[in-house]
């Protein structure tokens, strides 16, 4: 079983930054593929970007390329997702996921771009 908690989201003017981090309880962390989603109000939950245990490869949607970094580190079983030049529209609650033999959520941060 494994635990997800998320933290650091909160309120940030167009154009800011957040850092945003997930740290899992249990064994083995670095064997499990890493993923951010978020949710917007109304929408359904997307995939933002994802980060491979084999070779931490990484992949992100199309709607945050070059504006979002994620990455891992597995001595702390943290994974992190760096959001530069934050949207409006990048306003969701933002869900850590776990992945290998099983799947697990953190319980989601919310994340608001305002002015």
């Known amino acids: 079983q494994v635990q997800l908690v998320e933290s650091g989201g909160g309120l940030v003017q167009p154009g800011g930054s957040l850092r945003l981090s997930c740290a899992a309880s249990g064994k083995a962390f670095s064997r499990y593929t890493m993923s951010w989603h978020r949710q917007a109000p109304g929408k359904e939950r997307e995939l933002v970007a994802v980060?491979?245990?084999?070779?931490?490869?990484?992949n992100y949607a199309d709607s945050v390329k070059g504006r979002f970094t994620i990455s891992r580190d597995n001595a702390k079983n943290t994974v992190y997702l760096q959001m530069n030049s934050l949207k409006p529209e990048d306003t969701a609650v933002y869900y850590c996921?776990?992945?290998?033999?099983?799947?697990?959520w953190g319980q989601g941060t919310q994340v608001t771009v305002s002015s």
């Open positions: 996921h776990a992945r290998w033999y099983g799947t697990y």
């Open positions: 980060i491979s245990s084999a070779d931490d490869s990484t």
